[in-house]
């Protein structure tokens, strides 16, 4: 008989029975026909029932068929019990879901092997170093001209490739008129080659491509550009676009599967790198990410080494050239150690900006799935001994105890895999809203999650854990009764409460930690949005302007004039760039001629007006005014007063920078303001120095600059066309870049605690519940069973607080226990993610006070019941009821 | 010699054998046959045929199937497969084998 007849048996056992029945009547009747007694050929034939257990088990799989009734026995279980399943399969569907999107989020940006060849030989170089002012500080880019010195030096090894980290760029196909967003992203010509990709269409560009300095202005797109701009239409083989002063022509289509090397970003153009003239020629620019691959059999340290000696002798020679720069901070320079690290996933700041807080999600969802488990084993432990009755039955009619222990493990298995589709679902929606959530609507994270087999595996395992994790204590525990006395009323009741306290025990630490971190973010994140930025970010409007020929000058007081007269608009002035919008420029000064300091100060141009634009305090001074420009006046905050003048009025005070050829700058100090939140709103308040930009007349070496329009309206983006077209209208040679609200800009700074922040508070309220929902169940449970006993108690005349004490004292020291227990594991988790908090510390004793308040006041809560229901037993019935 | 089991193996053998020769027999005409073969001497015992049958369906050395017979009820006829085949020569070649051995002692001693 084939597997497959028996398998299929399995399912219609009813059938099969009929068919040995059957039989076994012909055959009585063939007996009969023959002339036989019926009863003397019944008799020699042996019972039905005989027949058809043995006619059975050859027919179909054994176990199959033991499987299939368990699993049909445990479905009546749970349909028995209704609304505990359901909400037992719900807190595990959400368990389990957390984790797989947890999973799928870090599969997407740390472990999937990027779609090229040889990925796995992949490196990518990584300085690691340290700031003039002691800092570690690590870095990933490096400028053309030292990549070129180390690309050859280590020719015939191994293959370097410069690839500059993907960014938004304007590009125009058509008029200057229609202008659209693409990332960009410069790549080395023999990048395509040497990962050995095939074009989709066209060509790729090639080593050719990228010898010349600005000759080869061709373009490669991505396959998703081509589907999403052009619909894939082979015509846009030959297409050109404008990019800056370039005019770039398509000469082909990536592979498919190519996304870039960066997780979090998809490159839609890739350009040589020699297109970027500037870039190519300055040795000071490091704008690459470079990525070596070694030659097969090539071992990888000697290329390393190689590589740090060009670059160490590169540096030096650079470093013979900076006179602002102390000469006691070039000691030993440059410092820091090129390493190589394996990059066959990828390289990207959202690796490095994530590696963390996923980590933690990860540990939260996992304590939380833990969390879930805990409770429905206690469910199930519950259940099984409510039944131990009927188990003791099976045993002694001869049930075996591995069958026992089957039966209760299909019944889990039917939950867990129940609570894996729901919860994979869930994970299915979670981890796309989850990245929403960190990108920035103009600039999504761009992540692949590939639904590959590791995802899956995944989930096996989650689904197969959590069933044993749950089922094999309880399965475990009915395989072990003891008939005689299960059937009598158990010989060691308190055995199996034993067992649940330990796990409430357990859950409380669990849930202790969950809390503990939870609340370690969301006051990192309240702190951080409660700092003060010393400016008012509400209803400013930033418009990104660049002059379209460098060389033109622009006037920009009329300019600010019209755009000052425009309905919904209050204030407007200039600046450099935005503040926290990822500019800077630092630079280190020269005190009244002193030799240069070691602290760098925070330079940003500024307008006339600007400080009252931004609502900034002037403490001292006055505002800059038009005719500044050329007295090289300049504004200061206080942290530069406090850094170089021990906090007193530094107005009329002076100091120098290197200007731009070499020759010193004098600035005069005209004002001092607050300190604004400038860089970051993490970092400490640094110096900073507001110097004039020309209103009049943009000076060459401002290509750019900022408009900061303060608005009368609560969303000033509404206002964003009018005010493009304004700009546009009254100086044609300006065109308008990125808008962006400074409070997207200030909102953007704490993305990443937000988003920490949120997941942990919502980890924290689901993991309080399941642990309040857990105690109360095995309490209530634990007086069910102890009914009696209290009921003697009373009898006997034991008091209120006797009667409770009974009740929770073991059950709250366990919980004691585990939240001392929980407390250890915050401690040492708190030293994991102090990195991510703000005005917060991990490891003081009292940032523990809230959480364990909280956890303290759910248990409470949920020990009321039990303990209402213990003291309300009234032992006359109880007695009467035996 | 009434009863088969009296013999280790014999009921698989005889039953084979009977397949080979008359395929597509149901479980009473096996019985009959060995009866009449065997001129009354050798008589399968009922209770013993079935689950006989069931364990050589499960080795897989004969299969079954319903078919309608000459008074129209439906019958479960049995015949020899491939393995079968095999098993009834290597039943055989035992039988023949022991009772050889056994002639030989009794001729002997």
Known sequence: MSVWTRIVNVFRSDRVNC???????????????????????????????????????????????????????????????????????????????????????????????????????????????????????????????????????????????????????????????????????????????????????????????????????????????????????????????????????????????????????????????????????????????????????????????????????????????????????????????????????????????????????????????????????????????????????????????????????????????????????????????????????????????????????????????????????????????????????????????????????????????????SFLFVTTFRRLSERPLGFAPERVLLLNTLKKDNKHVIDWQPLLERIKAQPGVELVALEGWPLLGGMNDNELISMKGAPPTNVSSNFLGISPGWIKTMKIALLDGRDLQAEDARAHAVLVNRAFAQQYFGGRDPVGQWFTTLGFNGTPDRHEIVGWVADVAAKNVHEPMSPAVYLPLHTDALGSSWDSATLVVRTSVTDPSVLTATLRHTVEQSEPELRVGDVETQMELVRAQTIRERLLANLAAFFAVVALLLAAVGLYGVLSYSVLQREREIGVRIALGARLGHVTRIVTAQIFAMVATGALAGCALGLIAARYVQSLLYGVKGSDPITMAAPALVLFAAVLLSALPAVLRATRIDPATMLRAE | MKKPDALQGSLDLLVLKILERRPRTHGYGIMTAVKDASDDLLRIEEGSLYPALYRMEEAGWIRAEWIKNDTGRRARVYELTAAGRKQLGLEESRWHAATAAINQVLRTV
């Open chain 1, 19 to 517: 068919e040995i029945a059957e039989e076994f009547e012909t055959h009585i009747e063939e007996a009969v026909a023959a002339g036989r007694n019926e009863r003397e050929a019944r008799r020699a034939l042996g019972t039905y029932v005989r027949h058809r257990k043995e006619g059975h088990q050859v027919r179909v799989i054994g176990w199959l068929d033991s499987l299939r009734a368990d699993a049909i026995f445990g479905w009546r279980q749970l349909w028995k019990h209704k609304t505990t399943s359901v909400a037992a399969v719900l807190s595990l569907a959400l368990g389990i879901g957390a984790c797989g999107a947890a999973f799928r989020l870090v599969n997407a940006l740390f472990l999937r092997p990027l779609p090229i060849q040889n990925s796995e030989r992949l490196y990518a170089v990584r300085l690691d170093g340290v700031t003039f002012q002691g800092k570690p500080f690590i870095w990933d880019t490096m400028s053309y001209p030292v990549f070129m010195k180390m690309r050859a030096a280590v020719a015939g090894q191994a293959e370097l490739i410069a690839m500059e980290p993907a960014h938004r760029n304007d590009i125009t196909f058509s008029s200057d008129a229609e202008m659209e967003k693409a990332y960009v992203q410069h790549v080395s010509g023999w990048m395509f080659a040497a990962f050995g990709l095939r074009p989709a269409l066209g060509r790729l560009l090639t080593e050719d491509d990228d010898r010349v300095q600005g000759a080869e202005p061709y373009a490669v797109i991505s396959y998703g550009y081509w589907s999403s701009r052009f619909g894939r239409d082979p015509g846009v083989i030959g297409k050109s676009f404008r990019m800056g002063d370039d005019l770039y022509r398509i000469v082909g289509v990536s592979d498919r599967g190519f996304t870039g090397t960066e997780p979090g970003k998809m490159p839609d153009v890739f350009v040589p790198t020699a297109m970027n003239v500037q870039g190519v020629r300055e040795a000071g620019d490091g704008w690459l990410r470079v990525f070596v691959l070694p030659r097969s059999g090539i071992a990888i340290e000697p290329v390393r080494q190689q590589m740090y000696a060009v670059y160490r002798a590169f540096e030096q020679e650079r470093a013979k050239a900076w006179t602002n720069i102390p000469k006691e901070l070039l000691i030993g320079y440059p410092r820091e150690k090129l390493l190589l690290r394996p990059a066959g996933t990828g390289v990207s700041q959202m690796q490095d900006d994530y590696r963390v807080p996923l980590t933690v999600l990860g540990l939260l969802v996992v304590l939380m799935l833990l969390i879930a488990c805990a409770n429905v084993a206690n469910l199930i432990a519950a259940r099984s001994s409510a039944r131990s009755r009927e188990m003791a039955l099976r045993i002694s009619i001869g049930s075996g105890r591995l069958r026992l222990a089957q039966m209760i493990l299909a019944e889990s298995a039917i939950l867990a895999g129940l609570a894996t589709v729901a919860g994979a679902l869930f994970a299915f929606w979670a981890a796309p809203f989850v990245v929403r959530s960190i990108g920035h609507a103009d600039d999504p994270v761009r992540l692949v999650f590939g639904g590959g087999w590791n995802v899956l595996a995944f989930g096996s395992f989650l689904a197969l854990g959590t069933t044993l994790l749950f089922g094999l204590g309880p399965a475990f525990r009915a395989s072990k009764i003891k008939p005689a006395s299960a059937l009598k009323g158990g010989d060691d009741p308190m055995a199996r409460r034993r067992g649940m306290y330990l796990v409430i025990g357990a859950q409380t630490a669990f849930c202790f930690v969950v809390l503990f971190l």
